[in-house]
């Protein structure tokens, strides 16, 4: 299954992340980031389908939440970096 | 028992707080350290205090309140933070221990103390008034922990906008019984316990922080994020949160926090104003003691300390004790406040309420009172 995954700079971030998607109907998961996509060690991500992207970051832009980086998972597994 | 050191810290608890302190200790593992459903709802125990405080005291979002373990913490992190060389704090006549040690503990940094008499909050405005331009900080409690005298906060914070001094508020003892909202103060940080007005455990505690503040860790270590970093990380709260979270605590706070929404500050601090006034009219019929209220009832909470004409105020507290009556008697960690209310020679006995106090409770210290002092008008 592709999905993406929206980096947040804190855990709390990406409660806050989770919560603003939550409300506006968007099926949203915290997970912690796998190593690949951490660039500094530890942190949170939120999981969303693939059809929910434009939309999460709409809402995400209107609650002042700026994903620190957003990936999609590639077929193999792997993750790509989308440009925002 | 009856229980009237609340500004302490309130023994009475609403029962749920027990029951999410227990349950939080029996299923909960540690927030942002795992992938795994108790660390998971951890973390969502956790963001719920963090929500619940910014909602009720008006921060800009949850990831800018901190846990902290007390007021004291919080405190220290705010000042430690505004704190430079040859830099100058003006902190008010009646903060408490928490403030001015903590300011003692740097010297480099002078410290202009704004003065006026108790229940004269025009004298303190003007004092600040004075004091702030060229100020770095300010320290201010919002509500006297020895006398119960509420500061005029929203003038006090007026000032420092005006004078663009960052303000730091003390709200120990407002918290839960004085409404306060941190974005229309303006202040920068907001410290306050999580077990007196909030009626959580103890060992918890508030640090409000407003956007744009940079404050400096006062602990160092693990926070579960940007961990190959040597650096603590740059972002709220993780910046100030170092070790294991009391997640126990947490949960217990937002049950108090909850218990206080339902409720109303508002309520609650009427109802202890009303009896603090219940208790000083029937402690006025014993001419042996002296009750310190203010003239004006609005500028007082329901805290109310008084003095004896002939006995030691310890001495009382002690008799009061055997009575199953629990008071404070001392200086209350606050020289300072004592220095500028004119008890410092003698120190007072602290009569707190809290919301879980009733009419009789007054009654029966007003009685055991003149059984102690040997005397009454009636």
């Known amino acids: 299954m592709i999905y993406y995954l929206i980096v947040c700079k804190s855990l709390t971030y990406a409660q806050r992340t989770e919560a603003a998607l939550e409300r506006s109907g968007i099926g949203a998961h915290i997970l912690r980031s796998p190593q690949q996509l951490s660039d500094s060690g530890c942190s949170h991500c939120v999981k969303i389908a693939q059809r929910s992207l434009t939309t999460a970051l709409t809402v995400l832009k209107r609650a002042g939440l700026t994903p620190t980086r957003v990936f999609i998972t590639e077929s193999d597994g792997s993750y790509r970096e989308v440009a925002l | 028992m009856i229980f009237l050191d609340s500004a302490a810290t309130t023994l009475q608890k609403p029962p749920a707080v027990a029951r999410a302190v227990a349950q939080a200790m029996g299923t909960l593992a540690s927030p942002g350290r795992g992938g795994y459903p108790a660390a998971a709802q951890a973390a969502e125990t956790v963001f719920r205090c963090r929500e619940t405080a910014a909602r009720l ?14 007021a004291t913490h919080g405190l220290n992190i705010a000042i430690r933070s505004l704190a430079k060389n040859g830099g100058r704090a003006v902190i008010s006549g009646y903060e408490h221990n928490a403030v001015t040690r903590t300011l003692s503990s ?22 600040f008034a004075r004091l702030l331009p060229g100020a770095d900080f300010a320290v201010c409690c919002h509500v006297s922990n020895v006398f119960g005298y509420i500061l005029p906060l929203e003038e006090i914070a007026g000032l420092c906008k005006t004078y663009g001094v960052p303000l730091v508020v003390d709200a120990a003892q407002s918290a839960g019984t004085v409404p306060l909202n941190m974005e229309a103060l303006g202040a920068a940080y907001l410290a306050m316990p999580g077990h007196k007005g909030l009626y959580g455990p103890q060992g918890t505690g508030l640090l409000l922080c407003a956007l744009g503040v940079e404050p400096l860790p006062l602990l160092t270590g693990g926070t ?7 650096e603590m990380p740059d972002f709220l709260p993780d910046r100030l949160e170092a070790g294991t979270h009391n997640v126990p605590g947490a949960a217990g706070l937002t049950a108090g926090m909850e218990f206080v929404q ?3 500050m508002e309520r609650i601090g009427a109802r202890e104003q009303a009896l603090r006034r219940q ?8 001419p042996d003691l002296y009750p310190i209220e203010s003239p004006r009832p609005e500028l007082q909470s329901g805290v109310v300390s008084l003095v004896s004409k002939t006995h030691d105020v310890e001495a009382l ?28 020679t003698t120190g007072t006995v602290r009569v707190s309420f809290s919301a879980f106090n009733r009419g009789w409770e007054a009654r029966r210290l007003a009685e055991a009172l003149a ?7 009636s």
Request: hydrophobic share 35%; aromatic share 4%.
């Open chain 2, 317 to 344: 507290g002690n008799a009061l004790g055997s009575r199953g009556i629990c008071v404070r008697a001392g200086y209350h960690c606050a020289p300072l406040a004592h220095e500028s209310g004119g008890t410092l």
């Open chain 2, 106 to 127: 740097l010297p480099e940094v002078q410290v202009d103390v704004a003065r006026g008499r108790l229940f004269h909050p025009e004298e303190l405005i003007a004092e």
């Open chain 2, 57 to 70: 005291f008006g921060a800009a979002g949850p990831e800018q309140v901190v846990l902290t373990t007390s």
């Open chain 2, 224 to 230: 579960g994020s940007n961990s190959k970093l040597q």
């Open chain 2, 371 to 377: 059984d102690v002092t040997g005397r009454s008008n």
């Open chain 2, 262 to 264: 339902s409720l109303g």
């Open chain 2, 279 to 286: 208790l000083v009219r029937a402690l006025r019929e014993i």
